[in-house]
């Protein structure tokens, strides 16, 4: 009962956390801006170009499907399953709060693939690895080319710099993962508990899980569709900015894209409602946009991303195999989450 009880004060928690932290972002927003001038840019907007950035959207999807199969070093990962499991995994990260649609995520595609969710999870977290090394990549070569001055995004760098320390430190996990996997045997044979045991298991699974990140095999593919995914994203970004005909330079654009994925990383409302919106668009203004068509461009593209990750997650939800459905995964999440 007592375990059950501190379950849902963790929920409470982290839903009371989520909406003081999206709360304020929305009310500092609309303190500074004007909203009939927000309104009035989107009555100018150019539809054409906002759909064109939503099938770009939706390409740069199906390049994180296949580029995931090269995080499974032993084990062959068809498109479509890959895809499906991919796009659940994201819309449930923009209806749950807590970024639970990682582990719906491992725990759609473990069923499918038969193998053990830990190190599923552990392909996941090299992914957002990837992915985070790639917009620091980008951010810090195109900024600092064709931006202003590194002082207009001072927190965008802090976090590319947090990615690279992240790389080092998986890096450094892999190379001396032996003498790790030793110690964890002998701490399993020490203690000899039943739980312990358990955690310790998952550990080892979850660093096995992270080693394709470093095959030298693999390197080449990984980092060419990570590269493949956020050119194409960034063009999507590009054409956002276009729709309300503002020609924004690559910097601009790097600022744009890693402002906006970086600040969903916070705590916050299912999908970083709020805080995308709050820090995206501060970080734009930074560099001489008016708040009113930096924060359009963010609810545009903020929307486009919506879109493109709900409409087929919602068609999967709905029509998915009973053998791997969300709910399922979802309740496993939340106890993996508790």
């Not at 990383?265 to 970083?272: E, N, R, S, T, V």
């Amino acid at each position: 009962m007592k375990s059950r009880h501190r379950a849902i004060f963790k929920k409470i928690l982290r839903l009371a956390l989520g909406l003081s932290i999206s709360g304020w972002c929305v009310y500092s927003l609309v303190g500074q801006v004007n909203g009939k001038e927000v309104l009035n840019h989107f009555e100018a907007i150019n539809l054409n170009l906002v759909i064109l950035a939503f099938i770009v959207t939706v390409l740069s999807y199906f390049l994180r499907a296949y580029r995931w199969k090269f995080l499974f070093a032993d084990t062959k990962l068809p498109f479509f399953v890959s895809y499906r499991s991919l796009i659940i995994g994201f819309f449930m990260n923009n209806i749950l709060p807590g970024r639970i649609g990682e582990f719906v995520r491992a725990h759609s595609l473990g069923v499918v693939l038969g193998k053990s969710k830990t190190s599923v999870l552990a392909t996941v977290a090299a992914e957002r690895l990837a992915d985070g090394l790639t917009i620091s990549f980008l951010f810090a070569i195109l900024f600092s080319l064709f931006g202003g001055s590194s002082g207009s995004a001072g927190l965008i760098f802090g976090v590319a710099y947090m990615f690279a320390l992240a790389c080092i430190l998986t890096f450094i996990t892999l190379y001396f993962r032996k003498p790790i996997f030793d110690l964890i045997r002998r701490l399993d044979e020490k203690l000899g508990k039943k739980g312990i045991s358990y955690l310790l298991v998952r550990v080892e699974r979850f660093i096995v899980g992270l080693e394709p990140l470093f095959m030298p095999r693999l390197i080449p593919s990984i980092v060419l569709f990570s590269l493949a995914v956020w050119g194409v994203e960034l063009l999507a970004y590009s054409l956002v900015a276009k729709s309300f005909s503002q020609n924004l330079d690559l910097g601009s654009l790097s600022l744009f894209l890693a402002a906006v994925n970086f600040s969903s990383l916070l705590p916050a409302l299912p999908g970083g409602v709020g805080t995308i919106e709050k820090i995206a668009t501060a970080s734009l203004t930074k560099i001489g946009l008016p708040s009113e068509i930096a924060l359009s461009l963010v609810i545009t593209q903020h929307a486009i991303q919506y879109l493109a990750v709900g409409i087929p997650g919602l068609v999967f939800t709905i029509f998915g195999k009973k053998n791997s459905k969300p709910e399922q995964a979802t309740s496993v999440a939340e106890q993996v989450v508790i």
